[in-house]
């Protein structure tokens, strides 16, 4: 693989900078080679036992020597290295994980499941980035550019790497850019920026090196990662962010290029290709416990924000400066790592490692549509309700010991007081992500819909919408209980930070997976959707997502009304009875859209 001329290389548009958490020091990451050592023997160890011949696990060489053939190209793109990493590098760390799977020992040991996949990701209820063009002119959103490495299982995140192609970020400007530092004082915020030639060049590089890691190391900060990593190709930064200091970000710089010796045949026993490292790091990062909500929250506040990004910071410094390497830039072989330095790294390995932490599977069944509505209105406990004798507290009376009001106050203090006490379920819709929440008092479990504050105020609209709706609710809509705002932020991993939750009971399952045969959904839903119409409200987005089947009601249960619309017409028509019977006079009025 070769570097394509700076000037023949692709110029993309530059997203407008974000604030990024930042680390306030850089550190060299000291036992990371002995770590990686030690992983690595233990793979070729399972893959190529002592005294046996080698299994048959891999593609063949002259399909590798193809691989290579068609990688020896220039890089001159984000696509071209994204093509040259996935190629070259991840589907291989695939392949070798796969079968390590099939080794139980070696299953147990990196706490394996079925394998890992790599992925391009997005958070669907952030806001897009919007790019600059070199006019300056607003352009379109710029794609996605955080990849993930998730278990094969259970979907969730390992790691996340960060490409960087090498006309932006060439390995010069990292070997003079990384170097112990108060990272914050000397580069983001100096006193002063140094104007002799030698100094500038030097501190341009730690600038541009260092958005470049900043962009990964927020990333880490929001998912709880203890592993990443950074790469431009041609050199890679293993980065590790230590549990008991999230304000240290640690470094190793790899340059596979320089360390692999093909004449020698040692070098391979060692994990210095690109394969192996990232194989090794995968590993590693298997055993690690992803840090919960809470240690990210508190990580926030220790924190100061850089607002900036890396293409940013690359337009800012000059093109003649650019073309100049920096001091500081020439390669250093990397020192020669002993076994009883390993033994040694081995014994330390857990230092700064979180405690174990696993979101426990959340047992709780839901309360019954028939059991928040009554407990809005004030009447009697269901007792078909999975969660009656919670609700009572060891009493015998037959009616709700609080109200609704009540119930949504003590949810928002539970949550405030421990974000992690929720539980993600299923996909994340459009508007908002499903969390299912048990009051710790009295064992009510509901629904929440965690939103995003760049979705706020277009989705919070929702609780006007089952205001209106409030006759057919646990009829046809889900009973709703109220808004809350959250102290803390949860950062869900496809969605992005929530801070407002919908609070509601559980509508049902997917249609897809009911029983009820299809005239059967068909005349439900054409009833329901009746309904609400006859009270004013037009659905607007009736897709089969927001369609879920109720098995308590035996019917189909409409949701997520943040682009429904008012009919004016319609609700002066509308009936003027509650779900009780009772007649209403209100003549309240409502924003109409």
Known sequence: MTVEDPS???????????????????????????????????????LEPPGQDA?????????????????????????????????????????????????????DEFHLSDGVTFDNHANSLEPPQVSQSPEGSPSRPSRPDQFCIRRGDSDSILTTVEYKP?????????????????FWEEVVAPDFVPTQEEEKLRYNAARLTGSALVQEFHVMIQQGLEYSYLTNGLALVLLRVPYDDPTTLYYHL??????????DDHSFQLPVTSIARVLCLCLMSSRSTTRDQDWRNNARLLLPIWTTSFDYEHSQIPVA?????????????????????????ARHADTGHAPSYQNQHHQAQFCTQKCLLSLKQGGLLDEHCPNVTLHRKGESGSRHLIKAETLVQLIKRQLDDDIDDCTPMGRCGASGAPFKITCAAYGYTVVGKGITTYLWNEVSREADIYHILSQVQGLVVPVFLGAIDMDKIYFL??????????????AGKPISKTEATSPDISSSISKAVKKIRSLGVLHQDLRVENLLWNDELRRVMIIDFHCSVLDRQLMKKRPRKTSCGEDTRQQQRHRLV
């Open 8 to 46: 023949r290389s692709t110029r993309g548009n530059i997203p407008a900078p974000k604030g990024k958490r930042c680390p306030l020091r850089l550190l060299p990451w000291a036992d990371c080679e002995s770590q990686q050592q030690e992983i690595y023997r233990s793979v070729c160890h399972y």
């Open 55 to 107: 299994e048959q696990l891999f593609l063949p060489r002259i399909t590798l020597k193809g691989f290579g053939q068609a990688l020896a190209r220039h890089l001159s793109s984000e696509k071209d290295l994204e093509g040259y990493e996935h190629f070259g590098v991840e589907i291989h760390v695939r392949d070798i994980i796969a079968a390590l799977c099939k080794k139980p020992d070696a299953r």
């Open 166 to 182: 090498p006309h932006k970020l060439s390995v010069e400007n990292i070997r003079s850019g990384l170097r112990p530092m108060d």
């Open 254 to 263: 790899c340059e596979p290029n320089m360390e692999v010796n093909p004449e």
């Open 321 to 345: 400066e650019l073309r100049k390497i920096p001091p500081d830039a020439q390669y250093i072989p990397p020192a020669s790592t002993s076994s009883s330095s390993v033994q040694e790294s």
């Open 493 to 506: 991993d496809r969605a992005g930070e929530i801070e407002h939750m919908l609070l509601m009971a559980w």
